[in-house]
């Protein structure tokens, strides 16, 4: 079995997110591509593949969420993701059982709780129109007064596909969130549970090569061990420097591990330096948690294909700031390199008039 090195898994991976070169597709397949975009937060999306596809205009992807064609709903890992509608019907149903798991934490908080009579209720109230989750919350509390409020939430949220109405997560527009179910947004019910096959295949398309626990990591989901067995006659398989077995599709691109790679700037969550249980193809071991702190996360930027500090804005007097925390000291071609790109990446995503760029003092 052939070995392969962390800088041509940093080189492969990124080929695949379309961090080495902006490539031009339409926003809605490139969120199919990539499995759909971290979105916790409402503008990250919008960074993200901004970082990725060439002249980029955040107003497709509100668009697609506008016209139903994206949505954003809890799938992998328990967290928001932007995914488009196709995904959503069926990414949803292939993480259930992981979210039935969940629920296992607040069973003090459930106890005489009837889950499947909660899930009837919740839908029902959430289909008649959307609701806030403190609505629904309130909504349940009348059924079980005694029960935990913040485990009524978790319930409902983890029995019934619930995506994010908009104007949610448009572009240049607020609003509070609102819920309804998948099937009521998009008119058309989820898909049968489906064999994970497939989306292992896709998951080593946009992020192999890689482990079964990398999978793991990625879905939140177990027992994938039996189903890259199954896959492994149309697969290739490689030894990473600590001996761990990694899969990947024949055809996958791997570069040369000397492939420039150009400065990057990711908004906070970035798929890319979360899908894999070792995350040291992108995260060097010693900037580990260096991009966030506690619950909060920070913009990164990647000098070189790896994570080397984090980035935020602020408005001060009319002036957009960037600014610009590096892990140590960048070389002088990497910090001109980072002042073009966030040049670029204010003048197109800020729309601020007036906006400047600084270099704090190495993040410890």
Same mark, same amino acid.
């Given at each position: 079995?052939?070995?392969?090195?962390?800088?041509?898994?940093?080189?492969?991976?990124?080929?695949?997110?379309?961090?080495? =070169? =902006?490539?031009?597709?339409?926003?809605?397949?490139?969120?199919?591509?990539?499995?759909?975009?971290? @979105?916790?937060?409402?503008?990250?999306?919008?960074?993200?593949?901004?970082?990725?596809?060439?002249?980029?205009?955040?107003?497709?992807?509100?668009?697609?969420?506008?016209?139903?064609?994206?949505?954003?709903?809890?799938?992998?890992?328990?967290?928001?993701?932007?995914?488009?509608?196709?995904?959503?019907?069926?990414? &949803?149903?292939?993480?259930?059982?992981?979210?039935?798991? %969940?629920?296992?934490?607040?069973?003090?908080? +459930?106890?005489?709780?009837?889950?499947?009579?909660?899930?009837?209720?919740?839908?029902?109230?959430? %289909?008649?129109?959307?609701?806030?989750?403190? %609505?629904?919350?309130?909504?349940?509390?009348?059924?079980?007064?005694?029960?935990?409020?913040?485990?009524?939430?978790?319930?409902?949220?983890?029995?019934?596909?619930?995506?994010?109405?908009?104007?949610?997560?448009?572009?240049?527009?607020?609003?509070?969130?609102?819920?309804?179910?998948?099937?009521?947004?998009?008119?058309?019910?989820?898909?049968?549970?489906? @064999?994970?096959? @497939?989306?292992?295949?896709?998951?080593?398309?946009?992020?192999?090569?890689?482990?079964?626990?990398?999978?793991?990591?990625?879905?939140?989901?177990?027992?994938? !061990?039996?189903?890259?067995?199954?896959?492994?006659?149309?697969?290739?398989?490689?030894?990473?420097?600590?001996? @761990?077995?990694?899969?990947?599709?024949?055809?996958?691109?791997?570069?040369?591990?000397? !492939?420039?790679?150009?400065?990057?700037?990711?908004?906070?969550?970035?798929?890319?330096?979360?899908?894999?249980?070792?995350? !040291?193809?992108?995260?060097?071991?010693?900037?580990?948690?260096?991009?966030?702190?506690?619950?909060?996360?920070?913009?990164?930027?990647?000098?070189?294909?790896?994570?080397?500090?984090?980035?935020?804005?602020?408005?001060? =007097?009319?002036?957009?700031?960037?600014?610009?925390?590096?892990?140590?000291?960048?070389?002088?071609?990497?910090?001109?390199? +980072?002042?073009? %790109?966030?040049? &670029?990446?204010?003048?197109?995503?800020?729309?601020?008039?007036?906006?400047?760029?600084?270099?704090?003092?190495?993040?410890?």
């Amino acid at each position: 079995m052939a070995s392969i090195s962390i800088r041509a898994l940093n080189r492969a991976t990124l080929d695949r997110q379309f961090l080495l =070169r =902006r490539v031009a597709l339409p926003a809605a397949d490139a969120v199919a591509r990539l499995l759909g975009l971290q @979105a916790q937060n409402t503008r990250p999306p919008y960074f993200q593949l901004w970082s990725r596809l060439e002249n980029f205009d955040p107003g497709e992807l509100s668009d697609l969420l506008e016209t139903r064609e994206a949505v954003r709903i809890v799938t992998m890992r328990s967290t928001i993701h932007l995914h488009t509608a196709d995904d959503a019907l069926t990414l &949803r149903p292939l993480v259930q059982a992981a979210r039935e798991r %969940e629920l296992r934490a607040f069973r003090n908080g +459930l106890a005489g709780v009837d889950l499947d009579r909660l899930a009837e209720i919740s839908r029902g109230l959430v %289909e008649e129109r959307p609701r806030t989750m403190k %609505e629904l919350r309130e909504c349940l509390l009348k059924e079980w007064p005694d029960a935990d409020p913040l485990a009524l939430s978790v319930a409902a949220r983890c029995r019934l596909p619930l995506v994010q109405v908009t104007p949610r997560g448009l572009w240049g527009r607020s609003g509070q969130v609102a819920l309804t179910t998948v099937e009521q947004w998009l008119g058309r019910r989820p898909e049968p549970v489906p @064999a994970p096959d @497939a989306t292992v295949l896709r998951y080593l398309r946009a992020f192999g090569p890689a482990s079964v626990k990398d999978m793991q990591m990625w879905a939140g989901l177990t027992r994938l !061990t039996e189903v890259f067995e199954r896959l492994r006659p149309g697969l290739v398989t490689f030894r990473d420097a600590t001996g @761990a077995e990694l899969f990947d599709l024949p055809d996958a691109p791997r570069p040369d591990e000397d !492939t420039p790679a150009p400065p990057r700037f990711l908004p906070e969550f970035d798929n890319v330096l979360l899908a894999h249980a070792d995350r !040291t193809r992108v995260i060097p071991a010693e900037y580990r948690g260096r991009n966030g702190k506690g619950n909060q996360a920070f913009g990164s930027f990647l000098l070189d294909g790896f994570l080397a500090g984090i980035w935020r804005t602020k408005e001060y =007097r009319g002036t957009l700031t960037l600014q610009i925390d590096p892990f140590t000291g960048p070389s002088r071609a990497d910090r001109r390199g +980072l002042e073009l %790109e966030g040049e &670029r990446m204010l003048a197109a995503m800020s729309g601020a008039t007036a906006y400047d760029i600084r270099f704090g003092a190495f993040a410890e």
